[in-house]
């Protein structure tokens, strides 16, 4: 489902970038910060050195408000990250000029973090559901999961901060390199 959902709104982006900007709460400015981080060195828009509070709220949506509505909450704030993540391939795909380029398009700490928010929301439910509340037993029945998710969170975390301040030069060399070459 999550495969399909980033699919359908990087296509929607893709091809009908008015209708997506509208659709999506903040898209006008989300797609213009975006070209601006990738060719003008902004700041990254909606991440967590840019709006940390929002990042804050989102993880706390995701990790407590799994845990006190049997996962509904922490879907709400996944729905919204798979959204912004398949608005941003979608946006930045058609900037891309060849297939080469097409790799800026993928925010990979998104989608590392989209992977960890599923994994928690997947554990964090369960007690509700299950009317067993102790989390001891629940962390030890469910460990691999919580590492594999947390762990895939902290990769989403250093990859926003390490990697994206080298996608705008790399984007901008490939872009040159592949310009030259045609």
Do not use: D
């Amino acid at each position: 489902w999550l495969v399909l959902q980033l699919a359908a709104i990087s296509l929607v982006a893709w091809l009908a970038p008015s209708q997506a900007e509208r659709a999506l709460a903040g898209g006008f400015e989300l797609r213009t910060g975006l070209l601006a981080w990738l060719f003008a060195g902004a700041p990254l828009p909606r991440s967590l050195a840019a709006q940390p509070l929002a990042f804050l709220v989102e993880l706390a949506g995701v990790t407590l408000g799994s845990l006190l509505s049997g996962g509904l909450v922490g879907n709400w704030f996944l729905v919204r990250a798979v959204n912004v993540a398949g608005f941003t391939i979608g946006s930045l795909a058609p900037v891309a000029g060849s297939p080469p380029e097409l790799f800026v398009a993928f925010p990979l700490w998104s989608l590392a973090r989209i992977a960890g928010y599923a994994g928690l929301i997947l554990v964090l439910a369960q007690p509700l559901w299950r009317n067993q509340w102790s989390l001891t037993r629940l962390a030890a029945r469910q460990r691999r999961l919580l590492i594999a998710s947390a762990g895939l969170l902290a990769l989403s975390l250093l990859l926003e901060l390490l990697v994206s301040a080298w996608w705008q030069p790399a984007a901008q060399t490939l872009h040159a390199a592949v310009s030259l070459g045609a």
